[in-house]
């Protein structure tokens, strides 16, 4: 559309009268929602400078609602990544004021865990957040529902009946998809390295029971060795790679299951790079680059946009509508991502 885009020119776009973009923008009487909704979208597609005015007349009469999310350490950059789409989403909601509150972990511990919760539970009306499933974080968040606060948990879920809600992809399937990949690009006898983020996550336990389930069925010759923590941090992924290396000849493939990655394909030679399969369940822009560069073969992660969409979604239904009954767990197909996606 060439020039600054006119009133007319949204008119067009989105369908309506003049007289009705009027009442929406000079506020002279009473428009439908979903009108509302419609004129903002097309305002947004042609660029229409307008469009800041409409969105305030679409909000008002919403409610004011600060969304809390509570995440593992921000130089993780899938996390920091997710931070800022969970901060975006909220702030562009159609159905709520959305504010976000952002809180990162500095480490696993449950009990710096339990205190977060409570602290973002002060200031918010939701929570969504990355949890080890340990007795003080449940108890954390049963004070919250007792409270009207409820929590969803984000990539691995909680033993809890308390929480609201689950979103993330099927822990058991990530683990058997890694064991069908190892199974298809590995040789036939060797020994398979697991890294865990932490045993803690019941998410990570699916991946590990699954995978080891896979290579059962398949009849495979592959040695599983017991699954090793990493804590979702490189340092120690690097360590537990160097060291197994030293200890195990024949390792041919490499599952890291939870953080670490850039660790542990820090800690291989080029020759080991290129002779070890290697599969990681975390997707972030940094992961993209070494799948590119074909120094990872496989990544299976949960679906970042609509793991936002979904756990935001379910926070302003619960604002609008109330929680109910505690939601079913949001359940989202596997990404599956080798060099040849790009």
């Known amino acids: 559309m060439p020039g600054r885009p006119t009133l007319e020119d949204l008119a067009a776009a989105a369908g309506v009268s003049l007289s009705t973009l009027d009442r929406i923008v000079n506020r002279r009487g009473t428009v439908k929602r979903t009108t509302i909704e419609h004129v903002l979208t097309a305002a947004e597609r042609i660029g229409y400078h307008g469009a800041p005015v409409i969105r305030q007349r679409l909000m008002q009469g919403m409610p004011v609602q600060t969304f809390g999310f509570l995440l593992n350490p921000h130089d993780r950059a899938l996390y920091a990544e997710l931070a800022e789409r969970l901060a975006q989403r909220t702030r562009d909601s159609q159905r709520v004021q ?77 683990g058997r998809s890694a064991g069908w990949f190892v199974h298809q690009l590995s040789p036939a006898e060797g020994q398979v390295l697991v890294l865990t983020g932490s045993p803690g996550y019941l998410a990570h336990g699916g991946y590990d029971r699954g995978l080891r389930a896979a290579l059962e069925e398949a009849s495979s010759r592959l040695d599983i060795l017991p699954a090793q923590a990493s804590f979702e941090r490189d340092d120690k992924a690097q360590a537990i790679v160097r060291t197994s290396l030293a200890k195990h000849d024949n390792i041919v493939a490499l599952v890291v299951a939870g953080g670490g990655v850039e660790g542990a394909v820090d800690a291989l030679t080029p020759d080991q790079r290129q002779r070890i399969t290697i599969i990681a369940t975390e997707l972030s822009d940094a992961i993209n680059r070494c799948l590119k560069e074909g120094v990872l073969d496989v990544v299976l992660s949960h679906p970042v946009d609509r793991v936002v969409e979904e756990l935001v979604s379910a926070m302003e239904e619960a604002a609008l509508h109330g929680l109910g009954e505690r939601s079913a767990p949001s359940v989202i197909p596997i990404e599956i991502r080798i060099c040849e996606s790009f």
Request: charged share 20%; hydrophobic share 55%.
């Open 98 to 174: 959305g504010r976000a509150v952002v809180h990162y972990l500095q480490d696993l511990d449950p009990v710096a865990m339990a205190a977060a919760l409570e602290a973002l539970g002060d200031g918010c009306d939701a929570i969504g957040a990355v949890l080890l499933d340990h007795p003080l974080v449940h108890a954390a968040v049963e004070r919250l529902a007792a409270k009207g606060i409820p929590v969803w948990t984000l990539f691995s879920d909680l033993s809890t009946p308390a929480r609201a809600g689950f979103v993330g992809s099927d822990a058991l399937k990530m």
